[in-house]
């Protein structure tokens, strides 16, 4: 027997060798960097914690892949509820970071992730920049996503990135058909360029009083735009956000009104919409609102067709069914048979782990 072990182990070694090595993961991230790992990432750094909510269109418990996270953007209140109902291992995250573009290179090494996701708003940024070589130093690899800054054009994509890097691939490409299904469907309808379309204001951050903070370019401006409607803002705000005056609102007199508004607004006596918010509270902080001097002297609230939407629609994939609720506003006889709450409610109950009640939109006709 003694005599068979070299040959054993020969045999032993060669079949080691001939065995296949575990697959590399190389993935080209929203600034077409490259981003390698080893196996699919299982210890992750949320440079935006509300991007939790973004793994779990990808993973039935994104809490478990999660060992810290930036909290200056984290998850609001009644959607980390939901989360920590299901998942208690939550409040085990670490913080990474509590200020705007600001995190903890030391905290984030100690964790010992396999990958730190940032946002594209942390690009350029000085300070960011170093923390990023910093980490990327230490061995750990970063990838850049983007819900925010250009969403129609990077939520996919980002989407798909985050599950090649996490093992959520299949999940990431049935939800990109789903969301390419229906903005597909949208483009597809408003394709004639003899359609007119309405002009539309977007005040951001409604409230009666310091009007008006309106959006020039980015996603809002986007979405109206995909939504077959065109931004007035766009003549008059140089960059993303602006202000213009009440008096400009009223001489402008746009076709459509759309205020945006959260939870954030209640203290400002502005427009509360968003998880957690009843119809009823968010009605009556809509009527608050157009019914203020100046706002009530609008074509567009007299004729019924002012809105409100919840603002955080401008940071997360369900901002298609926000497009669909502007298309069908806009176009009320091309999109009869579109549903926006029935597209939200089969995100929610389709990818989402968790399901969070609330108002996402109000009108004059509700």
Known sequence: MIRFRPLSLM???????????????????????????QEPASRIVLGEGRHMAVLGLLHPDPVAKVVGWRTDKGLDEPTLAAYRAKFPAIDAIRSVGTGNREISVETIISLDPDLV???????????????RDQIEAAGIAVAYVDFFAHPQENSIPSLR??????????????FAEFYETRLARIR???????????????????????????????????FIQTAGGENIGSGVVQGVLGNVSLEFLIGADPDFYIATGGDH?????????????????????????????????????EAGRAYGVWHLFNDTPSHIALIEYLAKAFHPDLFQDVDPAATLREIETRFSPVQVPGTWWISAKN
Do not use: K
């Open 11 to 37: 045999l032993a070694l060669m079949a080691g060798l001939a065995a296949p090595a575990l697959a590399e993961i190389r993935a080209t991230d929203i600034l077409g960097r490259e981003v390698v790992l």
């Open 117 to 131: 996701v940032l946002s594209l708003m942390d690009a350029g940024d000085p300070a960011m920049e170093r923390a």
């Open 161 to 174: 990135l985050l599950g090649q890097l996490t093992g959520g691939s299949a999940r990431a490409e049935e």
């Open 188 to 222: 597809d309808r408003l394709a004639d360029p003899a359609i007119r379309r309405p002009s539309v204001f977007f005040h951001v951050h409604a409230a009666p009083t310091n009007c008006c903070s309106t959006v020039g370019s980015g996603v809002f401006r986007d």
């Open 265 to 301: 607004m209640r203290a400002r006596g502005g427009l509360v919409l968003g998880p957690d918010i009843s119809e009823a509270e968010a009605q009556e902080s809509f009527a608050a609102l157009t019914g203020a001097t100046g706002f009530n002297a609008l074509t567009a609230v």
